[in-house]
């Protein structure tokens, strides 16, 4: 018996994780690109979704795919990914400690800033990031390791800063 | 494209635990920086939306959902005298209108099971549908010029639920005299099942529909409803 709830359920529950890990992907200036895309295409694929399918997931693989599209896609007209990636300056509170973790996290390899958002962010199991990222859970294990090693250095020194600068 | 969608669908949910016990046994000396994973909401509070950002992502994808055909069921809230009204489109036109106390997310779920899964609030297909009913109470509407959609009804109910709407405003026809009029005239109580489950309440007017002896019958939004929409149409 199909007894699968409305997709509206499905983007309730999930737009906030999603939008996030498009954020940390791609930088808050594509991310909403990267959200329209992802939740089209899962729409789109939604039916024929198994009822015992793990949504999130699910859409987590959507969402690194449409990323990638638009890495993809910045890198075909040449205009270097980092310059492209908003700042996070328009959004959220312009607090130091945001500032520094925006920064830290352009300046990550593509692959540990998505083996920290599928992992960390997410809390997908590292054979699912595997799954999604390609490569071995240990290869996937690493890349998060040393992507949050940065990140919490960062959020941990602009928590001792304290102040805005 | 849906390269990925098919690959996930082909997993089960065994071989997904199993690799997430494997992955477990793999991870339990941790790397430097695996430090537990206490701190990171806290850590990634950066990331976070605000609900205006969410609404307006929403919105955008309403509209491509619309612009590519994907919006089989739209849905949206409007308030009115008479309770918060679901009201809910195909492309073909308006396909449910329920009763707060037919309790709207059991009419989504059943609407997503019959119709499709592919149901999104999404306010602007119903657009026409809110105004007309908004006027309707405003008692300045005595009739609907809405496409509709009986694709939740069939047969002999389906008869009957398209024979309602000629009922005229302010009037009412007696159960028998619905029977007798759809050329089935000992089918009285199926006309009554045909009203207790018409699909689209208010827009077609099974309240117009009383017992013989003029009592209300029953009714899908309670009688308390009914008798509203009576005495709104009685006052127009």
């Not at chain 2, 609907?144 to 002999?156: E, H, I, N, Q």
Request: aromatic share 6%; charged share 25%; with cysteine.
């Amino acid at each position: 018996m199909d007894m699968k709830r409305p997709f509206e359920s499905i983007v309730t529950a999930h737009a906030q994780t999603v939008l996030r890990v498009c954020r940390v992907v791609v930088g808050t200036h594509d991310a909403d690109d990267a959200w329209s895309e992802t939740f089209v295409a899962a729409m789109r694929a939604y039916p024929e979704l198994p009822q015992d399918a793990n949504v999130e997931a699910w859409l987590v693989t959507i969402a690194h795919r449409k990323c990638i599209d638009i890495i993809r896609a910045k890198q075909r007209h040449a205009i270097p990914v980092d310059e492209v990636q908003g700042g996070p300056s328009s959004l959220g509170i312009p607090g130091a400690e945001n500032h520094d973790l925006w920064d830290a996290v352009k300046a990550l390899p593509p692959k540990q800033r998505q083996a920290v958002a599928y992992h960390y962010l997410v809390g997908l199991p590292y054979a699912e990031v595997a799954q999604i990222l390609g490569g071995t859970a240990d290869a996937a294990r690493r890349a998060a390791s040393d992507g949050i090693i940065t990140l919490r250095s960062t959020y941990q020194g602009a928590l001792s800063e304290g102040a805005p600068r | 494209m849906n390269d990925h969608t098919r690959s996930d669908r082909t997993r089960s949910d065994r071989a997904r635990s199993d690799r997430a016990r494997s992955d477990r046994a793999r991870t339990d000396g941790p790397l430097p920086g695996d430090t537990g994973d206490m701190d990171m909401a806290a850590l990634f509070a950066f990331t976070s939306a605000d609900q205006e950002t969410l609404a307006r992502l929403h919105r955008t994808l309403e509209a491509a959902a619309s612009r590519q055909g994907l919006l089989d069921v739209a849905y949206t809230t409007v308030d009115t005298p008479v309770g918060p009204l679901l009201l809910a489109a195909t492309e073909r036109g308006l396909v449910r209108v329920a009763y707060d106390c037919e309790d709207h997310d059991k009419v989504l779920d059943t609407l997503a099971a019959t119709l499709s899964p592919r149901v999104l609030r999404a306010p602007r297909r119903l657009d026409t549908a809110a105004r007309e009913i908004g006027e309707y109470f405003a008692g300045r509407r005595t009739g609907f010029g809405l496409p509709l959609d009986f694709s939740l009804s069939s047969g002999f109910r389906q008869t009957v639920q398209r024979h309602l709407s000629q009922i005229a405003y302010g009037r009412t026809e007696s159960y028998k005299e619905v029977a007798r009029i759809v050329g089935n005239p000992k089918a009285v109580r199926a006309v009554g099942s045909a009203c207790a489950t018409n699909p689209l309440p208010v827009v077609v007017p099974c309240h117009r529909v009383l017992r013989a002896d003029g009592k209300l019958g029953g009714y899908i939004g309670g009688l308390a409803a009914k008798t509203a929409l009576l005495n709104l149409e009685r006052a127009a």
